[in-house]
């Protein structure tokens, strides 16, 4: 079966540049859905884009096929059971073929996302200023937590008690109960924007963002991370 020519919005190249930080595999399926996975299987993403896809297929190397895309000012994709012809007109042609399936580390089943306990806004701005101090003072973990009827998002060194820390308020009415939760911040690879996150105590942080269709899910480090007594 051959599906009708399409092309790729920015949105989904960007989302496609996104999903091949967390695995660099990728199965798509029919439809408008794209899922990931970490191949840790401690974070997995799903994004509904504009293209409707026809058919399944597997890329290997999900850095390798963006390469191959941006070959081309204005690609085009012909997808058939075995391989994508890739053209920018003229005669300029790649047929990138599929990967097997069963290859693949990929999502295989939903997120069934516990009792949310606790839910934050996260904006854009607030998450640079987290990335940023983490990358020059060199912390390895994100924290959300409640501090005197605040929920304050931190990066710090959970391993090194006396290390430097940065904290920016992202609520300042909490009143529920006291909780810490802790994120490796180099899992947490989202794209830029502004998210709702809600906390399943000690299990796993929802990343949804509040301007395309896209979300996120974490795993805690749940030995560290506490909700009450």
């Given at each position: 079966?051959?599906?009708n020519?399409?092309?790729f919005s920015?949105?989904t190249l ?14 798509v ?7 990931t996975?970490?191949?840790?299987k401690?974070g997995m993403?799903v ?5 409707q896809?026809?058919v399944?297929?597997g ?6 096929f963006?390469g191959?895309?941006?070959l081309?000012n204005s690609?085009t ?6 391989s994508?012809?890739i ?16 290859l693949?580390s990929v999502p ?7 009792e949310?306990?606790?839910s934050?806004?996260?904006?854009e701005?607030n998450?640079?200023?987290?990335q940023?101090a983490?990358?020059v ?5 994100l924290s ?10 931190m990066v ?6 006396t ?6 308020c992202?609520?300042?009415?909490y ?8 994120f490796k911040?180099?899992?947490v690879k989202?794209l830029?924007?502004?998210?709702t ?10 990343f949804?963002n509040?301007?395309?269709n896209?979300k996120y899910?974490f795993a805690?480090e749940?030995t560290?991370?506490?909700?009450g007594?």
């Open positions: 079966m051959i599906m020519q399409l092309t920015k949105n960007t989302i496609l540049k996104n999903f091949a930080s967390l695995n660099s595999n990728l199965l399926k029919p439809g408008n859905v794209i899922k996975i970490t191949p840790s401690t993403a994004a509904t884009v504009e293209e896809f026809d399944e297929f890329i290997w190397d999900l850095n390798k963006l191959v895309i941006s081309f690609p994709f012909t997808f058939g059971e075995k994508v012809k053209k920018n007109g003229g005669d300029s042609v790649v047929n990138y073929f599929y990967s097997e399936p069963r693949l295989t089943k939903d997120v069934n996302m516990p949310v306990n606790v934050v806004v996260m904006t701005k998450y640079n200023e987290l940023r983490a990358s003072m060199q912390l390895p973990d959300f937590k409640s501090e005197n009827d605040k929920i304050m998002a710090s060194d959970l391993s090194d008690p290390t430097n820390s940065y904290k920016v992202v609520c300042d009415d009143s529920g109960v006291d909780f810490l939760f802790n911040i180099e899992n989202i830029p924007g502004d998210y996150i809600n906390f399943a105590k000690n299990i796993v942080g929802e949804v509040k301007n395309i896209l899910w805690m749940s560290t991370s506490k909700y007594a």
